[in-house]
């Protein structure tokens, strides 16, 4: 399976809103394929959102499983045309983004969160996410919203640090 090319910043589609899936053909399929093979390409990457791979539909993928922050989850999870409800508690945690190699950001996240999405066949489904895995859950539709975590820092004096290397 083919890796995309990741999107960085300043790439306008990274600030622009998707567009909801409404087909769930082969063409559909190869595109979540290939964004799961681009996640997994990446050391330590977690999630990925299509326009971090330069299309607007509304389509993450995320797997936090192996991440030593994760603690539980629910492996990989395909979410199309996802919705965060019912956000509960929240905490400062460093981020880090793919289409900004250069910096990662104090954000505040919620710690638990309710996932409702469809799946890669279109099926609905929803979770309960808790810890790093909401915490990603929250980057990724954040990205399908068109935000950055640079949009959610509180200050971009204080709250942004230069990477030293991207693992």
Do not use: W
């Not at 508690?89 to 469809?118: K, M, N, W, Y």
């Amino acid at each position: 399976m083919s890796v995309l090319s990741i999107r960085r910043l300043p790439d306008p589609i990274l600030n622009q809103p998707t567009h909801l899936v409404g087909r769930f053909d082969a063409p559909t399929q190869r595109f979540i394929d290939q964004m799961i093979a681009t996640m997994r390409h990446h050391p330590r990457c977690v999630g990925l959102a299509a326009p971090q791979v330069g299309s607007r539909l509304r389509i993450a993928v995320m797997d936090a499983s192996a991440h030593p922050k994760a603690g539980r989850t629910h492996g990989l999870l395909v979410l199309v045309n996802p919705v965060l409800g019912e956000p509960e508690a929240a905490e400062i945690r460093r981020e880090g983004c793919l289409s900004i190699p250069a910096f990662t950001g104090d954000v505040r996240r919620a710690t638990r969160v309710h996932l409702r999405a469809q799946d890669r066949e279109g099926q609905a489904y929803e979770r309960r996410l808790e810890g790093f895995e909401a915490v990603v859950a929250q980057h990724e539709v954040d990205h399908l919203n068109g935000k950055l975590f640079l949009d959610r820092v509180a200050n971009l004096a204080t709250d942004v640090f230069r990477r030293k290397t991207y693992l």
